[in-house]
């Protein structure tokens, strides 16, 4: 079993800059060949994916928040990150980490663990 914990501010004010970490536990974020993700979620848009890191490092992220979205990691720690710019109300949302497991590069068992989610507001 993995464990995964989003951490960071309950509250951020527009325009500023959203940061959380996802810390987990009992796997480490290089492990072949899975895939890291960031979702969330929102009464008026439901579950968007965000992006992802991958275990080598590699990045990608919905082309609608690319420009704003950057995801990177601490391997120290086994931990890895979101940064979303600019933030406005329609940000505010429950924001998941969220393990995609692969035994390999063709794995399509999808066998993923979400941490339990950390509520965002965004309010001046």
């Known amino acids: 079993q993995v464990q995964l914990q989003e951490s960071g501010p309950g509250l951020v004010k527009p325009s500023q800059t959203l940061s959380l970490t996802c810390t987990v536990s009992?796997?480490?974020?290089?492990?072949?060949?899975?895939?890291w993700h960031w979702i969330r979620q929102s009464p008026g848009k439901g579950l968007e994916w965000m992006g992802a890191?991958?275990?080598?490092?590699?990045?990608s992220y919905s082309p609608s928040l690319k420009s704003r979205t950057s995801i990177s990691r601490d391997l120290s720690k086994n931990q890895y990150t979101m940064q979303l710019n600019s933030v406005t109300p329609e940000d505010a949302a429950v924001y998941y980490c969220?393990?995609?497991?692969?035994?390999?590069?063709?794995?399509?068992?999808?066998?993923?663990?979400w941490g339990q989610g950390t509520q965002v507001t965004v309010s001046s």
């Open positions: 890191i991958g275990s080598s490092g590699s990045t």
């Open positions: 009992d796997a480490a974020i290089t492990t072949n060949y899975d895939y």
């Open positions: 969220d393990r995609e497991e692969r035994s390999s590069d063709y794995d399509l068992s999808c066998v993923h663990s």
